[in-house]
Nanobody, 133 residues
Framework: QEKLVESGGGSVQAGGSLRLSCAASGYTSGNSCIAWFRQPPGKGREGVAS????????NYRPSVEGRFTISQDNAKNTVSLQMDSLQPEDTAMYYC??????????????????????????WGQGTLVTVSS
């Protein structure tokens, strides 16, 4: 089973930017949904952005829309998350995950509703983002 590997986390001050990358070999082609989740300290995991690899349709959690941008680079088999105007409430462990044979409705649901982690075919190990005020 292909694995996902995240990179790019770190510490920034409020208002700053970070770019996360997910090496997603085996998932960037075909009709997969690749998503970024986050888990703040002491809270549950939530989807923040997702992209349908077949046509590049992107979906965002309302709290990050306009600040975060998800994109895919099929040549490099990566999916990136550009995070701008970061706020302390964005502090969390960020995870990349992928699901094969996904529908757009499923990809959208990831950023709107809690999902069973087993609904995703693969997860990365996570990368920590810390935003200080």
């Amino acid at each position: 089973q292909e694995k996902l590997v995240e990179s790019g986390g770190g510490s920034v001050q409020a208002g700053g930017s970070l770019r996360l990358s997910c090496a997603a070999s085996g998932y960037t082609s075909g009709n997969s949904c690749i998503a970024w989740f986050r888990q703040p300290p002491g809270k549950g995991r939530e989807g923040v952005a997702s992209i349908l690899t077949d046509d590049g349709t992107a979906n965002y959690r309302p709290s990050v829309e306009g600040r975060f941008t998800i994109s895919q680079d099929n040549a490099k088999n990566t999916v990136s998350l550009q995070m701008d105007s970061l706020q302390p409430e964005d502090t969390a462990m960020y995870y990349c995950a992928a699901r094969r044979a996904a529908l757009q409705e499923e990809c959208f649901a990831i950023v709107r509703y809690p999902i069973d982690p087993n609904a995703m075919n693969a997860w990365g190990q996570g990368t920590l983002v810390t935003v200080s005020s």
